[in-house]
């Protein structure tokens, strides 16, 4: 009979552990499923608040529990005040301090341009040695030939070029040039090469 007693208690103590696995399971799948359901919520509390359905409504069954309800509006508006409150530093910042810097591109940048008339030899506005200075000009066969000689080059109509922004920007001024490719392309995409 002991023998029997302690088959009996291996099965007993086999029949627990499985019983224990499968509420360990089901309680982190509970938790997991409350995670995700509250991460949810709070990335998007306006709309889980505009798109709720409680109790309360007829005909539908609620698909946001009350205390949800709560979370999302609190947080929602901790978020709204928290965004007054940062731009209203940032506008009597920007209003009273004349001292913070405007971000304003950058004039060292490469442009591609397009030129609309002939305009002939042209010396480069920001000259300061002849090694810093490069201009690609583009011709008909997309071939292209690098200028350096003393930053003076020739612009011819409907001829693509590459420069320097700084170098070109009185001609953009004056609307004998284009940037290329125009209308100018705005994605937001970052392409490395």
């Not at 810097?101 to 040695?129: E, N, W």
């Not at 000689?149 to 320097?164: A, R």
Request: hydrophobic share 35%; aromatic share 8%; with cysteine.
């Amino acid at each position: 009979m002991e023998v029997d007693g302690g088959i009996l208690g291996i099965e007993d103590k086999i029949e627990r552990d499985l019983i224990n696995l499968h509420t360990n399971r089901s309680t982190n799948m509970l938790k997991m499923y409350l995670k995700q359901r509250i991460m949810k919520i709070s990335e998007f509390p306006d709309f889980s608040i505009a798109n709720s359905r409680t109790n309360n409504d007829l005909n539908s069954e609620s698909n946001i529990s009350p205390e949800e309800a709560i979370f999302a509006l609190k947080l929602s508006k901790l978020q709204w005040k928290y965004l007054d409150e940062t731009i209203s530093k940032m506008k009597n910042t920007l209003a009273t301090d004349s001292s913070v810097p405007i971000p304003a591109p950058s004039l060292h940048r490469s442009v591609r341009f397009k030129c609309i008339d002939s305009i002939g030899r042209v010396q480069l506005q920001s000259l300061v040695t002849p090694e810093n200075v490069s201009f690609t000009q583009f011709d008909a066969q997309n071939h292209f030939s690098q200028n350096d000689s003393e930053g003076v080059i020739n612009i011819e109509k409907g001829k693509i070029y590459t420069c320097k922004y700084e170098d070109v920007r009185t001609l953009l001024d004056q609307n004998t040039i284009q940037l290329w490719p125009w209308p100018p392309i705005t994605s937001n995409k970052n392409y490395s090469y």
